[in-house]
């Protein structure tokens, strides 16, 4: 557990706490402490969904990667289940606009 390792760390002891919180859930189903909307850190939050962006569309050698339309609508659909909706809305205007 990256949070584990980084916690004692003066100088990283801030980004442990983003790291440990970026599998809470928007909506307080997450885990590891069930924390909820502006409980989570605003960080944990950016790192919740780049981190499923990537677990969505990246190859990997056990698995393909999603096509970008397919990742974009389950970022969508998760909106204020899994992710903080004011941050789905600016992340889909930043992946797209790669596309362009």
């Known amino acids: 557990f990256a949070y584990d390792a980084l916690k004692d760390n003066p100088t990283m002891k801030d980004i442990a706490r983003f790291i440990r919180h970026h599998h809470e859930k928007y909506n307080g189903n997450g885990y590891p402490d069930g924390i909820s909307g502006c409980q989570i850190p605003f960080e944990s939050r950016i ?36 992710f903080d909706p004011e941050l789905v809305d600016a992340w889909i205007k930043f992946v797209s606009s790669d596309q362009d």
């Open 47 to 82: 790192l919740a969904l780049a981190d499923s962006w990537d677990a969505m569309i990246a190859e990997r050698v056990y698995k393909k990667g999603i096509p970008f339309d397919t990742a974009l609508e389950e970022i969508r659909r998760n909106s204020g289940i899994q």
